[in-house]
């Protein structure tokens, strides 16, 4: 059964803390690998991978895929409030597969 | 560009009723997919509608069913209500259909089914 599980299922840090998400998969014709940023509202795209090893980076945020090992981090370094979110991460293979998410809390 | 837009934004109905959901895609994306969003279940694949034909269904009751238009607008519906369909559906369009495509999500209609 096709399934994508993500760690810690909730997370609290200070400001200024770094944090690893992490996102394993087993997914049947794997194609990509994607992180969204879901607040109150829409999730947002944040990054989609494809190959293993490449990091993508966007400010204070960074991702790598393994995909011979199956899963992805998502790191946070110098968090703040802003970052206080649902980081869900979505798996494509036949259809789209979404982790249950992980809820990060960044207290000030 | 506008975003994905989803309405209504809220629907309070009651059990055994239907309800009609709208998406209004991404102007130029084809694709338009639907989720279920519950605290414990997390995002839930509806289905998938690329070019007026649904392309890719997950693991819902036949109550649930959708439609996609020339224009690429989508709706879903949602017959006979139980409890159980109280959630957040969420809309999301993209491109081309189906994998190494990025989805773009609406703002999603949360259902309260009393």
């Known amino acids: 059964e096709d399934k994508v599980v993500q760690s810690p299922l909730s997370l609290v840090v200070h400001e200024g803390d770094t944090v690893t998400l992490n996102c394993s998969y087993e997914?049947?014709?794997?194609?990509?690998l994607l992180w969204y940023k879901q607040e109150k509202k829409a999730p947002t795209f944040l990054f989609m991978l494809?190959?293993?090893?490449i990091e993508k980076k966007s400010g204070r945020l960074s991702s790598i895929l393994d995909n011979k090992e199956l899963f992805s981090i998502l790191n946070i370094t110098a968090t703040q409030t802003g970052d206080s979110a649902v980081y869900l991460c979505?798996?494509?293979?036949?259809?789209?597969?979404f982790g249950t998410g992980t809820s990060l809390t960044v207290i000030p | 560009k506008a975003g994905v837009t989803q309405t209504p934004r809220y629907l309070i109905k009651t059990r055994g009723q239907q309800v009609t959901l709208s998406c209004s895609p991404i102007?130029?994306?084809?694709?338009v997919s639907w989720y279920q969003q519950t605290p414990g279940q997390g995002l839930q694949f509806l289905f998938e509608?690329?070019?007026?034909?649904?392309?890719n269904k997950g693991n819902f009751p036949g109550r649930f069913s959708g439609r996609q238009f020339s224009n690429s607008r989508s709706e879903m519906n949602v017959s006979t209500l139980e409890l159980g369909d109280s959630a957040l559906y969420l809309c999301?369009?993209?491109?081309?259909?189906?994998?190494?495509?990025?989805?773009?999500f609406g703002a999603g209609t949360r259902l309260s089914v009393l």
């Open positions: 999301a369009s993209s491109f081309l259909q189906g994998a190494k495509n990025i989805q773009y």
């Open positions: 997914v049947t014709n794997f194609r990509s």
């Open positions: 494809t190959s293993s090893g």
């Open positions: 979505v798996v494509t293979g036949n259809q789209f597969y």
């Open positions: 102007s130029g994306h084809r694709s």
């Open positions: 509608y690329f070019s007026e034909t649904q392309r």
